[in-house]
């Protein structure tokens, strides 16, 4: 169904159909739920803090012996916050806390030459977002220090750091 069909077949249902069809949805789909649950009573400041707890636990497990290192659960948590709204600068603090616990972990233990190429994605990706939404000045401080940080230890990819760097300057 088209976008156009079914702002149609909603103009011409009933008020009471409608609001029967949207609990029904609602009760059906936990996306739907979520969704609703966040616009009435966003409780951004709890939903960062969770994800953030959950990133830092790919890197320093408390209930297993081996790290993860998984850049999948960051990307799902910030694909979710984007599609639920959540406010840009959040995001951004999420996209950089990343790659700030994930160099904290690297500086201690040796780690694989895909993690190098998997950090410069997320480092990408979040100084484009930041310098797309305007952020730029509030998270500087941050990119700087991370893209320092990945010079100092290193990094087998700093010069894809560097141009990335490059883009926004």
């Given at each position: 169904?088209?976008?156009?069909?079914?702002?149609?077949?909603?103009?011409?249902?009933?008020?009471?159909?409608?609001?029967?069809?949207?609990?029904?949805?609602?009760?059906?789909?936990?996306?739907v739920?979520?969704?609703?649950?966040?616009?009435?009573?966003?409780?951004?400041?709890?939903?960062?803090?969770?994800?953030?707890?959950?990133i830092?636990n790919?890197?320093?497990?408390?209930?297993?012996?081996?790290?993860?290192?998984?850049?999948?659960?960051?990307?799902?948590?910030?694909?979710?916050?984007?599609?639920?709204?959540?406010?840009?600068?959040?995001?951004?603090?999420?996209?950089?806390?990343?790659?700030?616990?994930?160099?904290?972990?690297?500086?201690?233990?040796?780690?694989?030459?895909?993690?190098?190429?998997?950090?410069?994605?997320?480092?990408?990706?979040?100084?484009?977002?930041?310098?797309?939404?305007?952020?730029l000045?509030?998270?500087?401080?941050?990119?700087?220090?991370?893209?320092?940080e990945?010079?100092?230890?290193?990094?087998?990819?700093?010069?894809d750091?560097?141009?990335?760097?490059?883009?926004?300057?």
């Amino acid at each position: 169904m088209s976008k156009r069909a079914l702002k149609e077949y909603v103009s011409e249902l009933p008020k009471k159909e409608l609001e029967l069809q949207l609990l029904d949805l609602y009760d059906r789909f936990p996306l739907v739920k979520e969704y609703y649950n966040f616009i009435f009573n966003p409780k951004e400041d709890k939903l960062i803090q969770d994800a953030k707890v959950k990133i830092s636990n790919e890197y320093y497990p408390l209930k297993r012996k081996r790290a993860r290192l998984r850049r999948s659960i960051a990307q799902k948590f910030i694909k979710h916050f984007l599609k639920l709204g959540v406010e840009a600068h959040l995001v951004a603090d999420v996209m950089l806390y990343n790659i700030e616990i994930a160099q904290s972990f690297s500086s201690e233990k040796k780690v694989a030459d895909t993690f190098y190429k998997s950090m410069h994605n997320s480092f990408d990706q979040a100084v484009v977002y930041i310098s797309q939404n305007g952020l730029l000045a509030d998270f500087k401080n941050r990119v700087v220090t991370i893209y320092n940080e990945a010079e100092k230890q290193d990094w087998l990819n700093f010069e894809d750091f560097s141009r990335t760097l490059d883009k926004i300057e």
